[in-house]
Nanobody, 124 residues
Framework: EVQLQASGGGLVQAGGSLRLSCAAS????????IAWFRQAPGKEREGVAG????????YYADSVKGRFTIPSDNAENMVFLQMNSLNSEDTGVYYC?????????????????WGQGTLVTVSS
């Protein structure tokens, strides 16, 4: 069974850091794009970062550039999202998603495997 499992969320003070993990089972990342999305309370889900294992390209939303990174030392079938300098606008449920042979930054409807989400709460 193809699955993604996101974890690592929690409560953090503004200015702090968190590292989210996304573990895959039932498939390998080759030819896939793995992306992180988030949904803040009362808002639509938005893409924040992604990496294509087909060509190595990466994507970061303007709102997180310079603060969030997908580390290069990802373990096999696991992707991390390092989040630094967190602020209250980063609060939300974070999801990882996988789509086969799609471009980074693709809209969410292009992704066909989703994790269950992990809650990040940033206190001011």
């Amino acid at each position: 069974e193809v699955q993604l499992q996101a974890s690592g969320g929690g409560l953090v003070q503004a200015g702090g850091s968190l590292r989210l993990s996304c573990a895959a089972s039932g498939f390998t990342f080759a030819d896939y794009t793995i992306a992180w999305f988030r949904q803040a309370p009362g808002k639509e889900r938005e893409g924040v970062a992604g990496i294509s294992y087909s060509d190595g390209t990466m994507y970061y939303a303007d709102s997180v550039k310079g603060r969030f990174t997908i580390p290069s030392d990802n373990a096999e079938n696991m992707v991390f999202l390092q989040m630094n300098s967190l602020n209250s606008e980063d609060t939300g449920v974070y999801y990882c998603a996988a789509g086969e042979q799609i471009l980074v930054g693709a809209p969410e409807e292009m992704y066909d495997v989703w994790g269950q989400g992990t809650l990040v709460t940033v206190s001011s």
